[in-house]
């Protein structure tokens, strides 16, 4: 078996079998399962130790696990830098885009 069988083989056997109903879903679900195929494949290339597309998903699930998600909760104003705001003003004001009101002949609305 070639190499884009051999992996065509894997994403096909192991894939995420979530249905979604925006039309983006598969593109993305297919991405994953691709990507994670190449970990699997680069990884037993690399490694003497062999793990199986499983033993992979399953390290990467725990990894995002153990991770988790650690929202502060911000109470009050939020504080912003003036750098920050001056910068994006800055870049809206030098763009070259004429941001010049100009009077219409005819009025289109009361």
Do not use: F
Not at 41 to 59: D, T
Not at 78 to 107: A, N, W
């Amino acid at each position: 078996m070639g190499g884009i069988e051999s992996h065509v083989w894997l994403v096909e056997k192991h894939t995420i079998r979530i249905r979604g109903k925006k039309w983006y879903w598969p593109i993305i679900t297919r991405i994953v399962d691709m990507a994670v195929a190449n970990t699997c494949v680069i990884y037993n290339m690399v490694n003497a130790e062999k793990k199986n597309i499983k033993e992979i998903r399953r390290h990467i699930a725990i990894a995002y696990l153990k991770k988790g998600n650690t929202v502060q909760i911000q109470i009050g104003i939020p504080s912003y830098t003036i750098s920050s705001r001056m910068k994006e003003i800055d870049t809206v004001r030098r763009d070259g885009v004429g941001h010049i009101i100009s009077k219409r002949e005819k009025q289109r609305r009361c």
